[in-house]
Every structure is written in C-alpha cells, then in structure tokens.
C-alpha cells in the first residue's frame, strides 16, 4: 500500500497497484462531529475526480463527499453504512469509503502529502 | 445589529463551545463532548442549557390585563392560578402562531417566555391589547438556565432547598446567595427538570456549582436533537404564521373553556377548524432505515403522491433511530400509514409514527 495522499476537501486516497482506497480525514470527523448517516456508493459506478461519490451525516447537517479521484467503484464499504459511528473512531483506517480502480495515476500524484494537508489544514480553519 | 452574548458567554468559551450565531446571539452549538454525548448525559445524569437568549417578559395590572391577553392568547388566564404554568401562544386573525411560550401567573401578572427569534414582534403583538395601567418589561437582567435529566431533582434540592416539592408546569420564588430567584419545573426535552430565571450576576455561582456535581454543559444542537425525540416543536420550523394550533396538533393547548366561548384572534377559523378538521396536520415520521429526513424533505404516498413536508428532522441519539416532523394531509395522518421521504432525489420508506419518539418522565 502507498503512502496516503490528501485532497482539499479532507478525503484521503491511498493507492494498491490500481486500486485507490478513499475515506475522509480525521480533522473532517472533527470539523462534522457525530456521524450517524453514511451512503456508499455501489460497484460499478463511475466517479470523476472531485465529483460526488458518497453521503455523510452528522446530527447537525448532510455532506457529500467527493472522490479525489477519477476511476469505477469496486467496493463501498457497508460496515461503515451498518455503523456510521464508527467514521468518528477509526477515519483513516478501517473505516474507509470507497475503492475504485482508478484510470490516471496522475491525479493520485497531484494530491497533497500528509505535512502539505497539515498545513493546509492549519492555514484554512473552519 | 450587533451580535448579542448572553452573561455566561466567556463561561461557554471557557468550556470549549463552539458558537454559531442564533436569533441575533452568539450561541453554544455544542462543547467538547459533541452533540450525541450532551444528549445522552442529560438523559441519564443532568444537563444545563444557558436559554437567556429567550425573552423573560413580564406584565403587571389589574383585571383588565387578563382580558386584555385573552384576546391573544388562547388560555384560560382567568383560572390559571399564582405559580402555575401553561404552554400555549400568541394567535393572529387568522389564528395563526406567531409565537409559542408559557405563561406564568405571578402575584402581580404574568411572566411570559418568549422565543429569542420573535420577542421584540411578540412584545409589539401583545402592546396592541395592553391599556395603560398595564406594566410591561422585557428583562434583559436575567439569565434563564434550563437544568435537565433524572439527576436535577437531587442536585438542585441540594442548593435550594424545596424545589422538589414542584410539581410539573409550577415555579416559585426561592432565595439564593441573598437574592430572589424564580424556578419552574418544566423544559424542552423530555426529561424531568427546572428552568431557574437567576440574575445576570449571580448566574455563574449557579453553574460552578452544577458543574461540581457533574452537569454538563449542552448546547442547541443536543437541545434539537432532545426536543425532537421529545415531539415538542421548534418555532420557525415546525411552527410559523401560517400554521394554527389544529394543524399543528396543538389543540390540546387551547383552553377547553375558550374553545367555546373565543373571544382570541382567530377564533372562528380555530371553531370551524375544531368542529371539521384540518386539510394538513402536524405528525410524527420514522424513516425505515439509517436516512435521515431532514427540513423541507418532500413526503410522498405510497403511490407516489406529493403529500406533505418535514419541517424537523435528525437523528435521535435515544431512539438510536432517525425521527422527524412534519405535516400531511390528514387523510395520511394515521398512525403506522406508510409514506416515502425524498432524501437526494431518492425515495425512501417511512412511517408515520406516535409521538413523543422518546417517552417523558415528568413529575407530575
């Protein structure tokens, strides 16, 4: 498995050969709080890159999250839709999104690394 | 205008709120432990919840000042005695809500509680009616603290002495640190719990105190979630101008004696209403499964018919489940009828379902 990369919107990607791995980011489960809806999409769906690909809720509101990358979904992870609390345990583990076999390595590359999206986060409080 | 703070608002800072701006006030969404622990501590230990942003108005006259609110306000001032509560409104000619509060009887007159969002209207509403020997003030002197869940009886008899002898929708005066303060047992969240209108100065010995006997501080976003289980409604969203007491499942709160006698704004609409039912109703809304149906989700008939709208709706902590609110029309109104909520362009299953989702403990 590659390192993990980050995009602005708090998804983190991380790549096995052509499969990407995608979830949201532990500062996003901060920023969102309790989490108590999550949609996955199904296998076979195609995503573009920033395009919306799956639901998250907490008690206070509904966002969407984006795939940071452009590819077809093989697997949604339905533990995470039988459990959405479990999103606010284990982010960046367990408790991915998504995968999907991805079609352009690049975008992968063009992503942040973990001390970019540090800054990022530090420089763009919310 | 300029963003209003309530006294305790360094108080909230210091015990990490998080503020969102609400009816002109900076308000606690919620502190540290986040929404679903506030909401889960104050069911089964105690919660505060600093509501000094809602409006404490008092009135002051003789007979003529029950006439005069009778005219506005569908209770039965009359026989409402000193000390006793009652949930009721301000009604417009149309009968229409244009604010929901309680109303207090007091030696003097009355004490109404007013929504933060609507108390400089309702103050303006409720002038029209008042004569000139009527006294009225709007309080900003005054915290309001709302003290919640099964432990508040203990650890409010603890610091004054006698609370515990309130029974549910009464108050009375008590002495504390040398001044008066004025507590109802009475709230918005199902529990069991005091509301305590304390002066500004003396409102952060109160909590230093209930935070030593650890009551948590909990913020609007556990306060929704806890009124929703609740089934009590959220002016604004589940009530406005346009909605009556009928549709909105409130007739209960129209004093009996009134409903046939009148003499409020929109009585013969509310009469007509009464005698023939309402065209939409106010219901309760359990999704099927995890989606939750939020504010200004269509609702839809099992075959496909648009039938009506959520005005609340989240998840509910205690209920372990989604809950909502909303209206329909009321031939979709009965209990277990099912309906589909469209959530994302996507239909999904629901019922329609009894409230409270949550069941009450009150004292009575």
């Known amino acids: 498995m590659s390192e993990k990369k980050f995009s602005k919107k708090h998804e983190w990607v991380s790549l096995d050969g052509d499969v990407a791995t995608v979830g949201i980011t532990k500062h996003a489960t901060e920023m969102l709080g309790d989490i108590v809806f999550v949609e996955v999409p199904d296998a076979g769906k195609a995503v573009e890159k920033e395009g919306q690909a799956a639901v998250v809720e907490s008690t206070k509101a509904a966002s969407d999250v984006y795939s940071p990358i452009s590819g077809e979904i093989t697997e949604g992870n339905k533990a995470i839709a039988d459990d959405p609390g479990s999103v606010n345990t284990d982010p960046e583990g367990a408790s991915w999104f998504f995968k999907l076999k991805i079609k352009d390595k690049g975008e992968y590359d063009s992503l942040m690394s973990k001390d970019e999206y540090d800054k990022f986060c530090k420089e763009n409080p919310s | 205008m300029e963003v209003q703070k309530t006294a305790l608002y360094n108080y909230h800072k210091n015990l990490g709120a998080k503020f969102v701006p609400f009816a002109g006030y900076e308000m606690p969404i919620q502190y540290k432990d986040g929404i679903v622990k506030e909401h889960i501590s104050t069911r089964t230990h105690a919660g505060f919840f600093d509501v000094s942003h809602m409006g404490q108005f008092f009135l ?35 009968g229409g809500i244009i604010d929901d509060l309680i109303i207090t009887r007091t030696k003097k007159g009355f004490c109404i509680i ?205 209920v372990n489940a989604p809950v909502a609110m909303g209206y329909v029309k009321s031939e979709f109104s009965e209990i277990g009828t099912s309906i589909q909520l469209e959530v994302r362009g996507k239909k999904y299953g629901g019922k329609i379902s009894e409230l409270p989702f949550y069941k009450k403990s009150y004292v009575k």
């Not at chain 2, 006698?162 to 918005?188: I, Q």
């Open chain 2, 60 to 94: 002051e006259g003789d007979e003529t000042l029950i006439e005069s609110l009778e005219k506005i306000i569908p209770a039965d001032l009359k026989n409402l005695k000193i000390n006793h509560s009652k949930y009721s409104f301000l009604l417009n000619n149309e």
């Open chain 2, 114 to 318: 007013l929504n933060a969002a609507c108390k400089e209207n309702d103050i303006k509403q409720i002038s029209q009616f008042l004569k000139k020997n009527h006294k009225h003030l709007l309080n900003n002197n005054l915290s309001l603290i709302a003290l919640q869940g099964p432990k508040s009886v203990e650890i409010l008899e603890k610091l004054i002495p006698g609370v515990a002898n309130l029974k549910f929708m009464t108050g009375k005066n008590f002495e504390y640190e040398g001044e008066n303060l004025y507590v109802t047992r009475s709230g918005y969240t199902g529990e069991d719990g005091f509301e305590i209108s304390i002066s500004n100065t003396k409102v952060e010995k109160l909590i230093d105190y209930l935070i030593s006997n650890e009551v948590k501080p909990i913020g609007l976003g556990a306060r929704d979630t806890l009124r929703l289980e609740a089934g009590l409604c959220l002016y604004g969203h589940d009530l406005n101008e346009k909605i009556n007491p009928v549709e909105a499942n409130l007739k209960w709160a129209i004093a009996k004696k009134r409903k046939e006698v009148g003499g409020f704004n929109g009585w013969e609409k509310i009469k007509n209403l009464l005698a023939n039912g309402s065209e939409k109703i106010r219901v309760g809304i359990k999704p099927d499964g995890k989606v939750i149906a939020r504010e200004n989700t269509k609702i839809f008939s099992s075959d496909n018919n648009e039938i009506g709208f959520v005005t609340s709706g989240t998840f509910g902590p205690s």
